[in-house]
């Protein structure tokens, strides 16, 4: 999206900062797997040339497959599959449209729309948001949306064991505020 990347890069040169994002999910699939996540002109420019590379060689379902494999749920958990067993302790094959919705509204954030945290009802939001847009572009029903809206979801007990939770929540948040 040659648009979206000029705007961002005119904002970022109004305000001398490397702050705006224009990452479409082959670009960050490419992040993620092959550079880091230093904000350089140096690392945008390799990321957008493999991503064209990419793109000309393997069709869109291919990447998209191996973005869900590759990217960061939270909770240490990389790809979908690993997502479903920590979030529902269920196989991503037996996932229903909410919790499916749930997981997609994870990504931008894993860490700050965790369930376990203090941003759950923020996550659930952002869950509807995803059925309603699912709506919206003809994927479900109105009724199938209604329905997974209203779905209580359950979620497995949070088993990460902290020592010293005081401390690693204060400093937890003081990176998230830091660095997003």
């Known amino acids: 999206d040659f648009e979206a990347i000029s705007r961002s890069i005119l904002v970022d040169l109004k305000i001398m900062s490397l702050n705006q994002g224009a990452s479409t999910i082959t670009q960050q699939l490419i992040r993620s797997v092959y550079l880091n996540n230093q904000k350089t002109l140096a690392r945008k420019v390799r990321e957008i040339v493999l991503s064209i590379e990419l793109e000309k060689r393997y069709s869109k379902d291919q990447i998209l497959s191996w973005y869900l494999n590759e990217v960061p749920f939270g909770r240490n958990a990389y790809g979908v599959e690993a997502a479903s067993q920590t979030y529902f302790n269920k196989p991503a094959s037996e996932v229903n449209l909410a919790e499916a919705a749930l997981m997609t509204a ?20 952002k869950k509807d948001y995803v059925l309603e847009r699912m709506r919206q572009e003809g994927y479900i029903t109105r009724q199938e949306m209604e329905v997974a809206q209203k779905e209580e979801l359950q979620f497995s007990k949070d088993t990460t064991s902290i020592k010293a939770p005081h401390f690693v929540m204060y400093v937890q948040q003081y990176l998230e505020n830091k660095y997003g």
């Open 106 to 125: 994870l990504l931008p954030a894993p860490s700050f729309y965790s369930p376990y945290g203090p941003n759950k009802n923020l996550l659930l939001q």
